[in-house]
Every structure is written in C-alpha cells, then in structure tokens.
C-alpha cells in the first residue's frame, strides 16, 4: 500500500482508505452490480488477479463491501456494498459529472432512469429545507475536543 496522507483532513484520510490504484475502480465495480471477481476481472482491464484479490479484501476490511460464499470448491464469493460502501455512489457520480464536462473524451454521463435525460448534483440544506448553490456551500474545521 502506498504512503499515507499524515493530514487532519476528510479528502486526505479517505484518500489513506481507497486512494491506491483500482481501489475505487474495484469498488465501483462492486457498486454497479459486477458481483463476482471473474466478471470483475473481465470489466478491469490490466488488473492482475492478486491486485484485485487485495483490493477487494481490503474494502471488505474496511466495512464498504461484503463477501458471500456462493461455491465452496473451489472457493468463490460474490461481493455486494455494504452502506457504507453505498454512499460512495454520490463520489462516482460527482467524479462522472466532472468527467463529463473536463475530460476531452466523454464515455458516459448519468441520466434520470425515468427520462434518459442528464442530471445535476444539487446541495440541499435540511434546516433551510430549500436546495442551495455551489456558491452558498463551504467546509469548516470542526473544533477538537477538549482534552482534560
């Protein structure tokens, strides 16, 4: 594994967890329904079958993907998001909407699944109860806890 972001810093500290090369591929594989490590292997161009096999038991040691025991000989496991692995769909699809509008080359976009058309990533403030711009939105230090 690569070496670690020693920064008190959201981004920093994810980027420790699924920064290191096809972490987030392998886990967006997971997300989208390719369930099992061959299937994965196929979709993965260029992965080797033990990079793949690592990454996927280090998302499962971290909580975002859970295995199953589907054939015992041999032994083979399908893979499905945990919760918390779900979550990181919000990432893929910020990461997918950046693509589409800075990569010269474009290869999907996300749609509504009722219309086709494209969607937006909107912010949403509960307390409010009103959708905000990107304008009105900034992260802020949370304070320490005091230590007595």
């Given amino acids: 594994m690569k070496k670690r972001y020693p920064l008190e810093c959201n981004i920093a500290q994810t980027l420790n967890l699924v920064g290191d090369r096809w972490t987030m591929l392998v ?18 161009t260029g992965i080797s079958a033990n990079i793949l096999s690592e990454r996927l038991k280090h998302l499962e040691q971290l909580g975002l993907i859970e295995s199953t025991l589907y054939s015992d000989h041999p032994p ?33 976009k996300l749609v509504h699944t009722e219309c086709q058309s494209e969607v937006a990533i909107d912010y949403y403030c509960a307390c ?3 959708r905000v711009s990107q304008e009105e939105v900034q992260p802020v230090e949370l304070e320490k806890e005091k230590v007595q």
């Fill in 27 to 44: 886990l967006h594989e997971v997300l989208v329904g390719r369930e099992t490590f061959n299937y994965m292997k196929q979709q993965l």
């Fill in 76 to 108: 083979r496991h399908s893979y499905r998001p945990t919760e918390s692995g779900q979550a990181f769909s919000k990432v893929f699809d910020s990461m997918l909407i950046w693509g589409r509008d800075h990569l010269d080359e474009c290869y999907k």
């Fill in 128 to 130: 409010c109860e009103k």
